[in-house]
């Protein structure tokens, strides 16, 4: 049983499309993250997600919003998709605890802008 | 911001031998973690070190921390093919409007055959 699942693997669209790309979590964990992983392999934090309360990484642009239907879930929207969007998005879960936060991640989702 | 940085981007080394990997962060920490990727797939926990913690054993992976020097290496005894991924260290980070792990950049180990 796969820990945090993500769908699509694979996601090619057009220039200010907007698209949707669904996590979730079988691991009981309270905290949620989307990274960012650039073509250098730069991983950048999107946003964090613990069941109650949602940190935006300042720099995301507001086209990008997480979406939580439940603790086990968190989609990502983005809308009107730019060039510049072209990454993969991880999705993660952890326990949340400041001392020993470890995370466990989906497989990714590649998402390439035409 | 608070980000790890590895040293070296990339590795290459013969099977057998062992690969070590450094990376250095900016601000105090409570704990130092390293991942591992293998390409196209998601990065995969490692060995979590805690600020207290000056060495920390996982089968054949050693990691150490200098907290005076805000550094830590990763060395890989005995390296396998398998063992060709790129290796992150991550140290938690609360500000800048996220908290939650923050990433280095990464060192790209290549185990040739």
């Known amino acids: 049983d796969t820990a945090v699942s993500q769908t699509p693997k694979y996601l090619v669209t057009q220039m200010g499309n907007d698209k949707s790309i669904k996590c979730e979590q079988n691991?009981?964990?309270?905290?949620m993250y989307w990274y960012k992983q650039d073509s250098k392999k730069f991983l950048k934090i999107m946003f964090s997600y613990n069941n109650k309360e949602l940190i935006i990484n300042e720099t995301v642009p507001n086209r990008f919003s997480p979406k939580s239907p439940d603790k086990a879930h968190l989609n990502l929207h983005i809308n009107s998709l730019e060039l510049g969007d072209s990454a993969v998005y991880f999705c993660?879960?952890?326990?949340?605890?400041?001392?020993?936060?470890?995370?466990?991640f989906g497989a990714g989702s590649r998402l390439t802008v035409l | 911001s608070q980000q790890g940085e590895e040293d070296p981007q990339a590795l290459s080394i013969q099977e057998g031998e062992n690969a070590t990997m450094n990376c250095s962060y900016k601000t105090s920490i409570n704990n130092l973690q390293w991942y591992r990727q293998n390409s196209g797939r998601g990065l995969v926990h490692l060995i979590l070190?805690?600020?207290?913690?000056r060495e920390k054993h996982s089968g054949r992976l050693r990691v150490t921390l200098d907290t005076s020097k805000k550094s830590s290496s990763l060395l890989i005894t005995a390296s396998r093919a398998a063992d060709t991924a790129s290796y992150f260290c991550?140290?938690?980070?609360?500000?800048?409007?996220?908290?939650?792990?923050?990433f280095g950049k990464g060192t790209h180990l290549i185990i040739q055959p």
């Open positions: 070190i805690r600020s207290n913690e």
């Open positions: 991550a140290t938690f980070y609360s500000g800048g409007g996220a908290d939650g792990l923050t």
């Open positions: 993660a879960s952890g326990t949340g605890l400041t001392g020993a936060n470890v995370l466990t």
């Open positions: 691991l009981g964990h309270d905290t």
